[in-house]
């Protein structure tokens, strides 16, 4: 499919990874849906992106909320009348140790709301985004590309019980979504990135940073914009469909 003028909803949207991929896809000329939960930062992407002549819209939403996210892509339908594609990027993170002991006494364990909160997040929102997504595209009769972001955790990363089991789910669902939404001209493909520097990874201490970048054997973290430019390869790419693509550096060999 083609980026210009075409309707893609990023999650996420408003700041990190998302708000990068949405400045690249409208430098193409694509039309934005951006959702988010904070309104403040919606408004301020939105801002940030007008200079592209495109038409943007923002939408504040908690996709872990059904009725919400519901809601969101009624409202993107009636907005813009169609929908293209889908970047499913909305996530969160919430480490800890599963469990913490010494000398056969446990000192702390990972708590319900750690692991509920970034599933409800990571899995079950992208589930719900997803699932309103291909119904918008399945009633327009519209072809389309659902774009996942996993995370190269989802092969297991320690203090991230949580984060490593939403990301694995969120590749297996990509799989599954690929082999059930083709017959409708569907793909889903899947982008598991590792050390990306987003304001967040970049706020690390420099030795923290500095340990990271010594394991990738690129030398270097990921940049955002490269995040971006695979975004625009799979969307572009008819006959990519149910790959989950690790952008890593190398890191996981």
Known sequence: MQVHNNVIAITGGAQGLGLAIA???????AKLALIDLNAGQLEAASAKLADYQTEIRIYAANVADEAQVEQTFNQIQQDFGQLHALINNAGITRDGMFIKAK???????????????????NLTGTFLCGREAACKMIENAQPGCIINISSISRAGNIGQTNYSASKAGVA????????????????SVAIAPGFIGTDMV????PEALSKIEGMIPAGRLGTPQ????????????????????????????
């Open 202 to 205: 970049l706020s690390m201490k």
């Open 103 to 121: 000398d056969g006494v446990v000192s702390q364990k990972m708590s319900l709301s750690q692991w509920q909160s970034v599933i409800d997040v």
């Open 23 to 29: 400045e690249h896809l409208a430098q193409q000329g």
């Open 226 to 253: 490269e995040i971006a430019h695979t975004v625009a390869y799979l969307l572009e790419n008819d006959y990519m469909n149910g790959r989950v693509i690790e952008m890593d550096g190398g890191l996981r060999l």
């Open 172 to 187: 297996a669902m990509t799989v599954t979504w690929a082999k059930e939404l083709a017959r409708f001209g569907i793909r």
